[in-house]
């Protein structure tokens, strides 16, 4: 998640100084573009259509098969699967001979453009999803925190942030707070604005953490609505009460902040947050899974029958929290995010449980600082903002990882990184595979392809790269999103503004027995008891009858 940050920790002088700096970086709308770094200069600003593609000779892939078939696309839509398809001369044809045709990624845990301090994360609308279309992901959902409590002046914020997107998205909405307005705006959501979800924060006491009193007013909301609930799954107060003892042991640096937030509580709340949910019934998703604490909770509740959703991260499925022990600030800074990375074992516990089910789908947790924004918590690990990257990367370490390994399939990896998060925010199969009908968002991946990731050439805008100098077989060779190619050759062609925002409707398939199991439950408490009820003056009159 992104910086939780308190004010009066600050150098206020020197933050003042770098809000300025960094803010006047982002002055111009199409700076970072204009710029080069990574796109076609020629498409900044201009707008495209859709051409007409076919995709010849390539293994296409979706969640429950795959087979050897061409695609063709037109206007943006997948207009036919299936062998030899024969096209005039005013269609691109791409050779996909030997390769995988896949849908494009989808990212269910981003923070792009996220507040904090008066400026922003580092990576917007734009620049942001650039990065994911380099990598392979054709859309993410982004999470739209309230403005003040409002839930509608913070989606109209998100609203204006998103206007320079160049990929499809969605939103997630939090909540921060609950009264009869908060009720009230999250049907708005719901009903009128494509929102099927709410987060709940667990953790950032006096920020954004809720208590148990309102996250099942909110649970009790959502399953009313059709919504899903979603949880950040970490002990608020037990963590305050870790960061207190680090200060007070001397411990400020960034290895202070996993040491402050061990994963007990990260599964503590994790099992409390399934119960809630048991008790009201209604589906949960817990985010960025981290830990084998909290994995286990969720692999128990799964096996009872409950609707629980386990979103592991690539940052916690590859990485270990050795990093945040480096003497450089800097370098173990860069690794600080909430839940924290865990140690070693943990990660490989996660991989495990993702190859057999327990957890469902992958995300990032995408929310990036750079070096200068990072160094705010030089001498306190409290006020270093949180987050890592992973938006471009995701795709790349989750094939290197599993698949490559052979932990899963080439079907399962398009599942746990598409259309798993298609069908769970029901949007598929408009999201999420390669049928006909389906929006024209593919990949092409040549398994005999490497990669390497390093900050000098990725296309995020931070100066920082949690994954530097990793290197993997398998690669995005093409990336088509909205039936338009936007990664080639290791060139991007994107367009600010041409991304839509994607309405998420509610009741998806976890809803599905909702009713019954209500009806069974209610049926089950052999309640209320009819009682005989008798006067005071009957039951005098009974009394002296038995005298």
Request: include cysteine.
């Given at each position: 998640?992104?910086?939780?940050?308190?004010?009066?920790?600050?150098?206020?002088?020197?933050?003042?100084?770098?809000?300025?700096?960094?803010?006047?970086?982002?002055?111009?709308?199409?700076?970072?573009?204009?710029?080069?770094?990574?796109?076609?200069?020629?498409?900044?600003?201009?707008?495209?259509?859709?051409?007409?593609?076919?995709?010849?000779?390539?293994?296409?892939?979706?969640?429950?098969?795959?087979?050897?078939?061409?695609?063709?696309?037109?206007?943006?839509?997948?207009?036919?699967?299936?062998?030899?398809?024969?096209?005039?001369?005013?269609?691109?044809?791409?050779?996909?001979?030997?390769?995988?045709?896949?849908?494009?990624?989808?990212?269910?845990?981003?923070?792009?453009?996220?507040?904090?301090?008066?400026?922003?994360?580092?990576?917007?609308?734009?620049?942001?999803?650039?990065?994911?279309?380099?990598?392979?992901?054709?859309?993410?959902?982004?999470?739209?925190?309230?403005?003040?409590?409002?839930?509608?002046?913070?989606?109209?914020?998100?609203?204006?942030?998103?206007?320079?997107?160049?990929?499809?998205?969605?939103?997630?909405?939090?909540?921060?707070?609950?009264?009869?307005?908060?009720?009230?705006?999250?049907?708005?959501?719901?009903?009128?604005?494509?929102?099927?979800?709410?987060?709940?924060?667990?953790?950032?006491?006096?920020?954004?953490?809720?208590?148990?009193?309102?996250?099942?007013?909110?649970?009790?909301?959502?399953?009313?609505?059709?919504?899903?609930?979603?949880?950040?799954?970490?002990?608020?107060?037990?963590?305050?009460?870790?960061?207190?003892?680090?200060?007070?042991?001397?411990?400020?640096?960034?290895?202070?902040?996993?040491?402050?937030?061990?994963?007990?509580?990260?599964?503590?709340?994790?099992?409390?947050?399934?119960?809630?949910?048991?008790?009201?019934?209604?589906?949960?998703?817990?985010?960025?899974?981290?830990?084998?604490?909290?994995?286990?909770?969720?692999?128990?509740?799964?096996?009872?029958?409950?609707?629980?959703?386990?979103?592991?991260?690539?940052?916690?499925?590859?990485?270990?929290?050795?990093?945040?022990?480096?003497?450089?600030f800097l370098t173990a800074a860069k690794y600080v995010m909430s839940p924290p990375i865990r140690a070693a074992g943990h990660d490989k516990a996660l991989q495990a449980a993702l190859s057999t089910g327990v957890l469902q789908l992958v995300g990032t947790d995408r929310c990036t600082s750079n070096s200068t924004q990072k160094a705010f918590g030089i001498n306190d690990f409290r006020i270093i903002p949180n987050g890592v990257n992973g938006i471009e990367e995701r795709m790349h370490l989750v094939w290197d990882t599993m698949v490559v390994s052979g932990q899963i399939s080439v079907t399962d990896f398009v599942r746990v990184t598409s259309t798993e998060c298609a069908r769970i925010f029901n949007i598929y199969p408009r999201k999420g595979a390669i049928l006909t009908g389906s929006d024209a968002d593919i990949i092409i991946l040549n398994p005999n392809s490497t990669f390497e990731i390093s900050a000098k050439s990725h296309h995020s805008r931070s100066d920082t790269n949690v994954y530097e100098g990793r290197r993997g077989k398998g690669k995005v060779e093409v990336t088509i999103a909205g039936?338009?190619?936007?990664?080639?050759?290791?060139?991007?062609?994107?367009?600010?503004?041409?991304?839509?925002?994607?309405?998420?409707?509610?009741?998806?398939?976890?809803?599905?027995?909702?009713?019954?199991?209500?009806?069974?439950?209610?049926?089950?408490?052999?309640?209320?008891?009819?009682?005989?009820?008798?006067?005071?003056?009957?039951?005098?009159?009974?009394?002296?009858?038995?005298?």
């Amino acid at each position: 998640m992104g910086s939780i940050t308190k004010l009066h920790l600050f150098n206020l002088p020197l933050l003042l100084l770098l809000v300025v700096s960094f803010s006047s970086s982002l002055s111009e709308p199409n700076q970072f573009c204009d710029a080069g770094i990574g796109y076609e200069e020629s498409t900044c600003g201009i707008s495209t259509t859709s051409s007409k593609i076919l995709i010849k000779g390539g293994t296409v892939v979706n969640a429950h098969h795959l087979e050897v078939a061409d695609v063709y696309v037109e206007d943006g839509i997948i207009v036919a699967v299936k062998p030899h398809i024969h096209v005039g001369d005013d269609v691109t044809v791409l050779d996909a001979t030997g390769k995988f045709v896949m849908p494009g990624g989808i990212d269910p845990h981003t923070h792009l453009a996220m507040e904090f301090l008066g400026t922003e994360s580092v990576d917007d609308f734009f620049s942001g999803q650039a990065a994911a279309l380099a990598g392979g992901t054709t859309m993410h959902i982004d999470f739209v925190i309230p403005v003040n409590g409002s839930l509608t002046a913070g989606f109209e914020a998100y609203e204006k942030k998103s206007k320079k997107a160049c990929m499809d998205f969605g939103f997630h909405m939090a909540i921060t707070k609950w009264d009869e307005v908060v009720s009230k705006e999250m049907e708005i959501m719901v009903q009128e604005k494509g929102i099927n979800s709410f987060k709940f924060f667990m953790a950032y006491k006096g920020f954004f953490m809720v208590n148990d009193d309102l996250m099942l007013e909110g649970f009790k909301k959502c399953k009313s609505l059709g919504a899903l609930a979603m949880v950040h799954a970490e002990n608020g107060d037990a963590v305050h009460e870790g960061q207190k003892r680090m200060i007070e042991l001397g411990i400020r640096g960034p290895e202070g902040h996993a040491l402050s937030r061990p994963p007990v509580l990260e599964g503590e709340a994790t099992a409390r947050a399934i119960r809630l949910a048991s008790f009201i019934n209604t589906p949960l998703y817990v985010v960025h899974v981290m830990s084998i604490d909290a994995m286990e909770e969720i692999a128990k509740a799964r096996i009872s029958g409950q609707k629980v959703i386990g979103e592991p991260i690539v940052s916690g499925l590859v990485l270990n929290d050795s990093w945040l022990w480096d003497p450089d600030f800097l370098t173990a800074a860069k690794y600080v995010m909430s839940p924290p990375i865990r140690a070693a074992g943990h990660d490989k516990a996660l991989q495990a449980a993702l190859s057999t089910g327990v957890l469902q789908l992958v995300g990032t947790d995408r929310c990036t600082s750079n070096s200068t924004q990072k160094a705010f918590g030089i001498n306190d690990f409290r006020i270093i903002p949180n987050g890592v990257n992973g938006i471009e990367e995701r795709m790349h370490l989750v094939w290197d990882t599993m698949v490559v390994s052979g932990q899963i399939s080439v079907t399962d990896f398009v599942r746990v990184t598409s259309t798993e998060c298609a069908r769970i925010f029901n949007i598929y199969p408009r999201k999420g595979a390669i049928l006909t009908g389906s929006d024209a968002d593919i990949i092409i991946l040549n398994p005999n392809s490497t990669f390497e990731i390093s900050a000098k050439s990725h296309h995020s805008r931070s100066d920082t790269n949690v994954y530097e100098g990793r290197r993997g077989k398998g690669k995005v060779e093409v990336t088509i999103a909205g039936g338009r190619i936007v990664w080639q050759n290791d060139e991007l062609k994107v367009v600010p503004g041409s991304g839509k925002y994607i309405k998420l409707p509610p009741y998806s398939y976890l809803f599905n027995g909702i009713d019954k199991s209500e009806a069974n439950y209610l049926s089950s408490l052999k309640a209320p008891v009819k009682r005989t009820i008798i006067s005071k003056a009957d039951a005098q009159i009974e009394e002296q009858t038995r005298i």
